[in-house]
């Protein structure tokens, strides 16, 4: 008897030639439904994601570069500011006060 | 072994330029690649097809998997071997869980298939031409009780002939790995194997 070893090798080596069966061409419905995955996945042209999410960053760095000459001015070259803010807050008082 | 010839009908270059027109958004470029890589997808999901799991639903996700992460695909392999790749993953996550795993009796076997393990007990050399489809039968009786990795670990070596480094690549486990599982699954295919050829008269 051939040992179990040698019968197993011989028995693949027989399997691995049998042919498999011939690939038919792809289904009409796979198609549609991969090149449709493939659609929803792909960046949907001017107003992908991307595109947005640039334009949001640019936007709030225009916002910031356009306010901070204001409010750093405000907060640290204003001699007055404090004196301002007390006056405006004593008149604002006294309206509320008013019967 | 995985050549771009396996698939006939396109070069390497031809396959770079239909990428590069696919990551651009070209439509005709994507389906050209589908076509391409489907007999390719059919032949690897058929092979190692988990039980009760309908291929053409695996050929699906392994083709939409890459269609939709082929900006992922460096080129550094050919395009085929990551296909692969994607492909046989599929197939273990589906198989992974897979428990049904029939013990393979005499009785389970057709005369044909008798005959050829008699034959193969008792004569030297391979096994005649005419047997390749019975042979290939046997196997796939003899690797469904193995586990789902270590069967479709078997197929890669045995039935494709892939080399361990290749299996490596595809499966994504360690050398290591691929050579310690093997050495298991044969050992467990050894043992079917005889468990068979005591009960055959």
Redesign the interface.
Known sequence: ??P??D??N?????????G??P?P???YG??V???A???R???SGFWDAGLLIRGLIAAILILGISLWPTLHNTATTNPFSDSLQLADSYTTAQIDNTP | MINEGDCPGMTDAEVSACLARGRA?D?GA??EL??YM??HV??LV??NLPVRESA?DL??QV??KV??NLNQFSGKVPFLHWVSRIAVNTCLNQIRHERYRPEIRLADLSKEESL?VEQ???L????D?S???E??E??DKLLAGLRPADRLLMRLM????HKVEEISGLTGWNIALVKVRAFRARVQ??RR??LL?KETP
């Open positions: 008897m051939n179990i070893d019968q197993l011989r028995l693949f080596r027989a399997a691995s030639q049998a498999s069966d690939v061409t792809p289904p796979l198609e439904r991969v090149m995955a493939w659609r996945a792909s960046p | 958004g439509e994507v389906l589908f076509h489907y007999p059919t032949k058929r092979a053409e050929v699906q083709c939409i269609i939709k050829m193969l007990a008792t030297s050399g391979d096994l031409s047997q390749k489809v042979a290939k046997l196997v045995y039935l494709e002939g295919l050894r194997y005889a050829m």
